[in-house]
Antibody
Framework: QVQLVESGGGVVQPGRSLRLSCAAS????????VHWIRQAPGKGLEWVAV????????HYADSVQGRFTISRDNSKSTLYLQMNSLRAEDTAIYYC????????????????WGQGTLVTVSS | AVQLTQSPSSLSASVGDRVTIACRAS??????LAWYQQNPGKPPKLLIS???SLESGVPSRFSGSGSGTDFTLTISSLQPEDFATYYCQQFDTYPLTFGGGTKVEI
């Protein structure tokens, strides 16, 4: 079955960097776009970024544009999120999620989710 | 960015009730809308995509309708496991956006 396992979360000071990883299994990773979505404690969902199946197309939320970078290593079936210049408002559970569309450069809905990794930005 | 406004933000209902949740988009998004259910401490679960397509394994008491700017999620007969928070999400335009959520309580 599809499995997505996030890692790399933790407590980090404002202005510092952190890299999240998401290990995928149970499906052909190279055929699907993958997303990062976050949820601040007690709040709603916020889409963060997407990378297409081939890694060539990337899109970001305005709130992270220029600070976060999404990437993927298809040889390792792993998704990454490099987060720089972290702010208190970046504190959230970060989920990776698979796009529902097979071999597509457009995004649709998220049909599989990981359990999430908590990032806390605090001094 | 396309803003999605869900209403109500919370509701109280009983087992067996028919429940309707609305999602309004700030601009037309055709049928590019999905609905998710989230239980506390868990990731969201996809219920419906393309406004009305029920995902495999999702009970038939869930249904979605609408297109353009106005969408609805309906639970025909609320079951104990349906008490959760529901979110709509649009995928017509980047940035992808979610509604603020609707908490369904007993």
């Amino acid at each position: 079955q599809v499995q997505l396992v996030e890692s790399g979360g933790g407590v980090v000071q404002p202005g510092r960097s952190l890299r999240l990883s998401c290990a995928a299994s149970g499906f052909t990773f190279t055929s699907y776009g993958v997303h990062w979505i976050r949820q601040a404690p007690g709040k709603g969902l916020e889409w963060v970024a997407v990378i297409s199946f081939d890694g060539f197309n990337k899109h970001y939320a305005d709130s992270v544009q220029g600070r976060f970078t999404i990437s993927r290593d298809n040889s390792k079936s792993t998704l990454y999120l490099q987060m720089n210049s972290l702010r208190a408002e970046d504190t959230a559970i970060y989920y990776c999620a698979r796009d529902q569309e097979f071999i597509s450069t457009t995004s649709t809905s998220f049909d599989s989710w990981g359990q999430g990794t908590l990032v806390t930005v605090s001094s | 960015a396309v803003q999605l406004t869900q209403s109500p933000s919370s509701l109280s209902a009983s087992v067996g009730d028919r429940v309707t949740i609305a999602c309004r988009a700030s601009q037309g998004i055709s049928s590019a809308l999905a609905w998710y259910q989230q239980n506390p401490g868990k990731p969201p679960k996809l219920l419906i995509s393309d406004a009305s397509s029920l995902e495999s394994g999702v009970p038939s008491r869930f249904s979605g309708s609408g297109s353009g700017t106005d969408f609805t999620l309906t639970i025909s007969s609320l079951q104990p496991e349906d008490f959760a928070t529901y979110y709509c999400q649009q995928f017509d335009t980047y940035p992808l956006t979610f509604g603020g959520g609707t908490k369904v309580e007993i």
